[in-house]
Nanobody, 123 residues
Framework: QVQLVESGGGLVRAGDSLRLSCAVS????????MGWFRQAPGKEREFVAA????????PYADSVKGRFTISRDDAKTTVYLQMNSLKPEDTAVYYC????????????????WGQGTQVTVSS
């Protein structure tokens, strides 16, 4: 089992920055990496970014590329999502998830999920 707890969400204005954190505990040795997803009201959950332990690969969704950065501490106990130049369309509940096997951008590849943290960006 892997436990995940997100924090750092809030209400900001367009153009501002936020950093989300995801505290990771449990059997992280069973995971291939970590990902961030988001879900806006009335929309499907979408992939945002991931960090793959092997090679430290960090794929991003096109909608956040160049604005968001995913990183982790060396002990893999915390994963971060630095979000810059936020836009109203970034408003969503953000979830971190621990990756198993499967495509990096598919939620089905992530067997463990946090409870989510709300990010609201006003115009």
């Amino acid at each position: 089992q892997v436990q995940l707890v997100e924090s750092g969400g809030g209400l900001v204005r367009a153009g501002d920055s936020l950093r989300l954190s995801c505290a990771v505990s449990g059997r992280t040795s069973d995971t291939y990496g970590m990902g961030w997803f988001r879900q806006a009201p009335g929309k499907e959950r979408e992939f945002v970014a991931a960090i793959i332990w092997t090679g430290n690969v960090t794929p991003y969704a096109d909608s956040v590329k160049g604005r968001f950065t995913i990183s982790r501490d060396d002990a893999k106990t915390t994963v971060y999502l630095q979000m810059n130049s936020l836009k109203p369309e970034d408003t969503a509940v953000y979830y971190c998830a621990a990756k198993g096997s499967g495509p990096v951008s598919s939620g089905r590849s992530y067997p463990y999920w946090g409870q989510g943290t709300q990010v609201t960006v006003s115009s």
